[in-house]
């Protein structure tokens, strides 16, 4: 499939032909996922990182009731995009030795969010757009805390991860810059989804100790609390992004969601 | 038996076609009446998402293993459309995201409206509306595997008849899922079964029916399906259908060709040529 589209403005600088061609499947063929050992403080991450990478198909039950599911393009990247996240919560199970990689539901459900989508129209996708890549830079900044103490071998599972998902990162990035740019009503529903959703996106499906103990990992101390700066920081640079709604963010990941 | 969801996940892969001649088609391209058959197959493959979307309306997705099958299977059915998308390439057709998007847009109200319906019901009929959607999936994939095998011999063009067999061969584990879930669930219960078959008997239509255009599902239909050897085959469907517990008897496909007026005997696309 090729072409880009053409009804948002600003030209799509991420190629998600080349993407989808390039997937990476089972991370176990990069690296030797079995021989990792890890502390029980390490495993205890990791397996929460199992669990959020692994929301994929219960978030797509809340975006595909949405003109979101209309835009082929972007259907095309988050195809792909499940795929690679799949295999990332795999390998986090391994590691951790959390099992297979748990399920459940996020908050809305698909009639309360097809009805929301009804009334957002298309300016859906922005806001969409942004989840993602909040998403990202919430479990980026996780990433950063299990490879501060991590030993080589964990280290190199931590950078194919993170390679994996810096071109989802990227491919949300831009998406919600450049949708944002060009239409508001996008940037004022991409900060109530900020201000109103749980982050990272798959919180809601682990129990409230161990959204704790997530949050005390990542956000927890005067360091840490840079961090959740650093992620405001990030999204209020997105157009239409107002510096209170970033400020909130920082707050709330502090808090924990 | 079971289906192996952890071997099904190892094993799933893009459908390759790099090693197929595909420049063959420049010599011998495909006739118009192929192509647009094939551009129906195209779309329908890529909006497998929309499937999806209906799919996990369902409390299905808190199911690890449905879960872990619908992001394989999405994929998988992705690639398919990119390949067909190549050979439709070869004769100057490019696939763009635009018009899929544009096609799905068209949908307009009922689109829209359809989680939200979905989703009521499967509230209101609980786990058992996983069971019609996992028959119903099974149902689709059978029918596909069949309009990829009909459209091979067809074709007479090795090049197109190995690259839909790989398609196939893939649905064909799509299937394999589908039916271990459907004739499982079907079995533990009566009220799935008798919701399943109401669905499947009221409201099947072919694939691609509720995207394409009336005359895209006419045209495919009766280049695939009408004659002889086309209503042989959709019997071979449906008797496959009814093999599942609580829908014996049931003929949506034939019903489905009927409907449309596709001829049930004679020679193979004559109505058509």
């Known amino acids: 499939m090729r072409a880009q589209e053409t009804d948002v403005e600003g030209a799509a600088d991420f190629d998600v032909a080349a993407f989808t061609r390039s997937a990476h499947g089972n991370l176990r063929d990069a690296v030797d996922v079995e021989a990792i050992r890890v502390s029980p403080r390490e495993a205890q991450l990791l397996g929460i990182l199992c669990v959020l990478e692994g929301a994929t198909m219960a978030h797509l039950r809340n975006v595909l009731v949405t003109a979101t599911h209309k835009d082929a393009r972007v259907t095309a990247f988050l195809v792909t995009w499940a795929f690679e996240k799949f295999w990332v919560a795999d390998a986090l199970s391994s590691v951790s030795g959390s099992g297979s990689t748990p399920t459940g539901s996020l908050p809305g459900g698909p009639v309360r969010r097809a009805t929301g989508g009804i009334l957002a129209g298309r300016s859906i996708v922005g806001a969409h757009m942004v989840a993602g890549y909040l998403d990202d830079l919430v479990l980026d900044v996780a990433y950063d805390t299990v490879e501060s103490d991590a030993a080589p071998p964990l280290r190199e599972l931590l950078a194919v991860i993170r390679g994996t998902k810096s071109r989802h990162t990227a491919f949300f990035l831009s998406e919600a810059t450049r949708r944002l740019a060009s239409d508001q009503r996008s940037a004022r529903l991409a900060e109530r989804g900020i201000r109103r959703e749980a982050w990272p996106i798959g919180a809601p499906l682990l129990d409230a100790a161990t959204r704790d103990a997530f949050t005390a990992s990542v956000f927890g101390g005067d360091v840490r609390a840079d961090h959740a700066e650093h992620v405001a920081h990030a999204i209020a640079v997105l157009p239409g992004i107002r510096a209170r709604t970033a400020s909130e963010l920082a707050r709330t990941l502090v808090k924990g969601a | ?273």
């Open chain 2, 1 to 273: 038996m079971a289906f192996d969801i952890d071997k099904y996940t190892a094993t799933s892969v893009a459908v390759h076609w790099g090693d197929l001649d595909l420049e063959s088609f420049r010599e011998h391209p495909l006739d118009d009446t192929s192509l647009r058959t094939l551009r129906y197959m195209t779309d329908v493959e890529y909006h497998t998402v929309c499937y999806t979307r209906d799919l996990l309306t369902t409390p299905s997705h808190r199911d690890p293993d449905v879960s872990a099958f619908m992001t394989m299977w999405n994929r998988e059915e992705f690639w398919h459309g990119e390949a067909l998308a190549a050979v439709l390439h070869m004769h100057g057709v490019t696939v763009q995201y635009d018009e899929l998007k544009a096609k799905r847009l068209k949908l307009g109200w009922k689109d829209r409206l359809d989680p939200i319906k979905q989703s009521v019901l499967g509230t209101l009929v609980g786990s058992d509306f996983i069971a019609t959607h996992m028959a119903w999936g099974a149902a689709n994939e059978w029918s596909a595997i069949t309009a990829y095998n009909r459209m091979a011999e067809l074709e007479e063009n090795p090049v197109l008849a190995e690259l839909l067999r790989r398609i196939a061969k893939q649905e064909a584990r799509h299937v394999a899922f589908y039916t271990s879930q459907a004739r499982a669930r079907l079995a533990a219960s009566t009220k799935a079964q008798k919701l399943t078959r109401f669905a499947l008997k009221r409201f099947w239509a072919p694939v691609g029916s509720t995207i394409m255009e009336r005359d895209d599902v006419v045209h495919v239909m009766t280049h695939l399906m009408s004659g002889d050897a086309g209503r042989d085959a959709a019997r071979k469907v449906d008797r496959s259908i009814a093999s599942l517990p609580g829908l014996e008897d049931l003929r949506i496909v034939e019903d489905a060709l009927d409907g449309l007026g596709i001829a049930a005997d004679g020679d193979d696309r004559v109505s058509i040529r």
